[in-house]
């Protein structure tokens, strides 16, 4: 995930915020393993 304009922190806040209320991660949690990465380039 790469969000412009916000610090890294923040942006790894809201990558996992919106993991958790994402419809396609709620339907593979458990089944699928996810790995988010957050980068500032």
């Not at 995930?1 to 709620?26: F, G, M, R, T, W």
């Amino acid at each position: 995930v790469n969000i412009p304009e916000v610090n890294l922190e923040q942006a790894k806040d809201l990558a996992e915020k919106a993991h958790q209320v994402c419809p396609y991660s709620n339907a593979t949690r458990g089944n699928i393993e996810v790995e988010l990465t957050v980068t500032n380039n």
